[in-house]
């Protein structure tokens, strides 16, 4: 059974940072893909980065120039989030794709005061 467990997430004032990491356990064969999205209170979830099996990234425009996403070992995943602002608040969920299913973990609150 696929389990992903986030943590790194809390509460932080504009301007600061924080990092959060994703692990996966199991068994499996490879990941190919991981990524993080975010969900603000009253919205839909939406990406914020993504990089794939060969280290490819992609981000929302939201957060280009202020998060990283990297790969740190085979089954972890973390992405340093620098600068925030007051809108980066939400619950922040890291999505696998492991065996070319996706998997989710169970969400870290990041919050953001002004």
């Known amino acids: 059974q696929v389990q992903l467990v986030e943590s790194g997430g809390g509460l932080v004032q504009a301007g600061g940072s924080l990092r959060l990491s994703c692990v996966a356990s199991?068994?499996?064969?490879?990941?190919?893909?991981m990524g993080w999205y975010r969900q603000a209170p009253g919205k839909e979830r939406e990406l914020v980065a993504t990089?794939?099996?060969?280290?490819?990234t992609n981000y929302a425009d939201s957060g280009k120039g202020r998060f990283t996403i990297a790969r740190d070992n085979v089954v972890n995943a973390a992405m340093q989030m620098n600068s925030l602002k007051p809108e980066d608040t939400g619950v922040y969920y890291c999505r696998f794709t492991i065996d070319h299913v996706n998997y989710w973990g169970q969400g870290t609150q990041v919050t953001v005061s002004s």
């Open positions: 199991g068994r499996f064969f490879s990941i190919n893909a």
């Open positions: 990089i794939s099996s060969d280290g490819v």
